[in-house]
């Protein structure tokens, strides 16, 4: 049971270039979340997908797009990176039982992404 | 707009000592508040949750209280140990189970 994986770990872009960075979980979660992590800034959702089929806009989407691809994997795409965007994603899922207020939220390594 | 706030930012206390540290959040409609743990260059792992209807959660040397009607939120750490050195986030769910982060609070055991 690996819970949530990322990939990559860590990643290079220079302006304008574009990647996918992908997540996955095995514990069978309905939900998943992409937040970024600035320094300063705490971590902030970027979009989720409170179940497999659906997603939704977090506080900062700008720049990004996901795919909720099945129910194990979520990914997210910086179309054309900008400097900006360099920061430290983190994937998570819960369990997300409709009226369940007690599903913790479990998160992945993180990917350490710089864009020059 | 939810707002989540941590005081300290950052903190230093010699081994042994109990601490707590503070978490106040402006919106009281929240459907919980969980405590994180975070090592530098690692992901974030859960400590507790405490549901909207609970006053506390303890965990071993970790105890959690909440106040939704004053917003606030407190972790104490009984005997502190260097292994607790790291930062410490709180967060609280709204609808859909989305996370509010505090900044965090960076935590420091001196031997």
């Known amino acids: 049971n690996a819970g949530v994986t990322q990939t990559p770990k860590f990643q290079v872009l220079k302006t304008g270039q574009s990647m996918t960075l992908q997540c996955a979980q095995d514990?069978?979660?309905?939900?998943m979340y992409w937040y970024r992590q600035d320094p300063g800034m705490g971590l902030r959702l970027i979009y989720y997908?409170?179940?497999?089929?659906?997603?939704d806009k977090g506080e900062v989407p700008n720049g990004y797009n996901v795919s909720r691809l099945n129910k194990r994997e979520f990914s997210l795409r910086l179309e054309s990176a900008a400097p900006s965007q360099t920061s430290v994603y983190f994937c998570?899922?819960?369990?997300?039982?409709?009226?369940?207020?007690?599903?913790?939220?479990?998160f992945g390594p993180g990917t350490r992404l710089t864009v020059l | 707009k939810q707002e989540v706030t941590q005081i300290p930012a950052a903190l230093s206390v010699p081994e042994g000592e109990n601490l707590v540290l503070n978490c106040s959040f402006t919106?009281?409609?929240?459907?919980?508040l969980q405590w994180f743990r975070q090592d530098p260059g690692k992901g974030l792992t859960s400590l507790l949750l405490?549901?909207?209807?609970?006053r506390e959660q303890t965990s071993g040397r970790l105890n959690a209280s909440l106040d939704k009607s004053s917003g606030r939120s407190t972790l104490y750490i009984a005997a502190s140990q260097p292994g607790d050195s790291a930062t410490y986030l709180c967060?609280?769910?709204?609808?859909?189970?989305?996370?509010?982060f505090g900044q965090g609070t960076r935590l420091t055991i001196n031997p």
């Open positions: 967060a609280v769910v709204q609808g859909a189970q989305k996370l509010v």
């Open positions: 998570a899922s819960t369990q997300g039982r409709r009226g369940h207020s007690t599903d913790t939220q479990y």
């Open positions: 405490i549901q909207s209807s609970q």
């Open positions: 514990m069978n979660h309905n939900s």
């Open positions: 997908s409170a179940s497999e089929g659906t997603t």
């Open positions: 919106d009281s409609a929240i459907y919980n």
